[in-house]
């Protein structure tokens, strides 16, 4: 379930900022299917991960925490 959240919060910035799922893992140096996993909330980012994301989408690392 916090996995599931998350993923949408990435997924809503990444599209918000512009970026496809390609383009996006891309940048990140991950493959589009490990992208997709933690979108579709498979699979939870490891926190380097998460920072190199949230540098990428220039937003903080609470911005991307899930609120509730």
Same mark, same amino acid.
């Given at each position: 379930?916090?996995?599931?959240?998350? /993923?949408?919060?990435? !997924?809503?910035y =990444?599209?918000?900022?512009?970026?496809?799922? &390609?383009?996006?893992?891309?940048? *990140?140096?991950?493959?589009?299917?490990?992208? /997709?996993?933690?979108? !579709?909330?498979? =699979?939870?980012?490891?926190?380097e991960?998460? &920072?190199?994301?949230a540098?990428? *989408?220039?937003?903080?690392?609470?911005d991307?925490?899930?609120?509730?």
């Amino acid at each position: 379930m916090e996995a599931e959240k998350w /993923g949408r919060r990435i !997924r809503a910035y =990444r599209k918000l900022k512009g970026f496809t799922q &390609e383009g996006f893992s891309r940048e *990140l140096g991950v493959s589009v299917s490990i992208l /997709g996993e933690i979108e !579709r909330g498979n =699979r939870l980012p490891a926190a380097e991960l998460l &920072e190199r994301i949230a540098e990428s *989408l220039k937003i903080t690392i609470d911005d991307l925490t899930p609120k509730e």
